[in-house]
C-alpha cells in the first residue's frame, strides 16, 4: 500500500 | 524501482563516497560543513527508525544502513579523527542547529500523515533533510578555494534531489495511489535550494575556471 511506498523510499 | 529512482540513489551514494574519499585518503574536511552533516547523520537516524519495523528489500536495508553508518562516521572523522579534524574551518561554520531543527520539528508535530512517533520522526525527516544543506551552501559561500571534490560532493547531493523529483512523477503516472504531499512540497524546496549553487557549478565548468560563490 502507500504506507509501504513511503518507506520503499530512501 | 524505475531509472530515476534508482539514479537517484546512486548519485546520493556517489556524493558519500566523494565526500569520504576526501576525508580518507586526503584527510581533509575543508570546506565542509559539521552542521550539515550532524544533521544528515539526525535526518537518517529519525527517518530509518522503520528498519525495525519494515522490510522493504535487502537493496533498501543495505542502502539505509550505508546511509546511517556513512552519515555518523563522517561527523566522527570530523569531531574526533586528530588529523581531519583539524582541517574543519570551524570559524566559518557557524550556523546554529536548532534554528533548523526547532522549526522542522513543530512542523512535523503539525503537518503529518499520522500522529504517531515513527509518522512525526519520518515527516520530521523530510522537513529537516530539505534544510539541512543549509549551513553547507553558508559556508561555501564564505569559502575562497572550493576544492573539486567538494564541489562535486554539493553537486551530486543536488542531482539527486533532482532525480528523486523525476522519479515521483514516475510513480505518480503509474502507481496511482502513490501521492505523498510532505516528501513532494519539501523535495521540491529542498531542490530549490540548489538552484543557485547548481548554476554557479555549471558556468564554473563550462567556462573552466574555479568555483566561487558570490557572497
Redesign the interface.
Known sequence: ??E??????? | MNVFRLAGDMTHLLSVVVLLLKIHTIKSCAGISLKTQELYAVVFAARYLDLFVHFVSLYNTVMKLVFLASSFSIVWYMKRHKIVRRTYDKDHDTFRHYVLVLPCLLLALLINEKFTFREVMWAFSIYLEAVAIFPQLVLLQRTRNIDNLTGQYVFFLGAYRVLYILNWIYRYFTEPHFVHWISWVAGIVQTLLYADFFYYYIMSWKNNVKLELPA
Open positions: 500500500d502507500s509501504d511506498a513511503k518507506h520503499d523510499e530512501l
